[in-house]
């Protein structure tokens, strides 16, 4: 299976619609945008070019030890810049991989150096459940038929 397929099965397109805001924007927006959309990380974008991602983890951790005044920081100050990236069509078994070994929670995919989508771990454990199952059904019926 490869990424493109995970994209394709994210429902209402979500995995190509991804939430990005630029560098310079405000920590205090970011959170806006995490809770207003309900997800986990956000990618940080210059133009058309993919600077970074910031998570929820990211914030915590700045909280813990910038405190309170990180909402007034521009998200350059605290997003992570040394990225890990997928294409759409790499290997979900690679990507799954990487994001165990690497502890990444979400991986911007790139085409020709844009950003297509955005991959979760969910997204590659429910892809994987889904697979379990259908092979599941494969056997049963080997086995019935």
Do not use: W
Not at 90 to 111: E, F
Not at 127 to 145: A, K, V
């Amino acid at each position: 299976m490869r990424i493109s397929d995970i994209l394709r099965e994210k429902p209402a397109h979500s995995g190509s619609d991804v939430v990005t805001l630029p560098p310079d924007g405000l920590v205090r927006e970011l959170l806006a945008a995490l809770a207003d959309q309900k997800i986990g990380a956000v990618v940080v974008v210059d133009g058309d070019e993919v600077r970074g991602i910031v998570s929820e983890r990211d914030i915590v951790r700045n909280l813990h030890t910038r405190g309170a005044d990180v909402v007034d920081l521009e998200i350059r100050e605290i997003m992570t810049s040394q990225l890990f990236t997928c294409s759409p069509d790499d290997d979900l078994d690679g990507v799954a991989t990487t994001m165990t070994q690497r502890r990444i929670r979400h991986m911007p995919v790139l085409a020709d150096g844009r950003l297509v989508g955005l991959v979760s771990i969910g997204d590659v454990v429910s892809s994987r459940m889904r697979q379990l199952e259908r092979d599941r059904g494969q056997l049963e019926q080997y086995i019935s038929g």
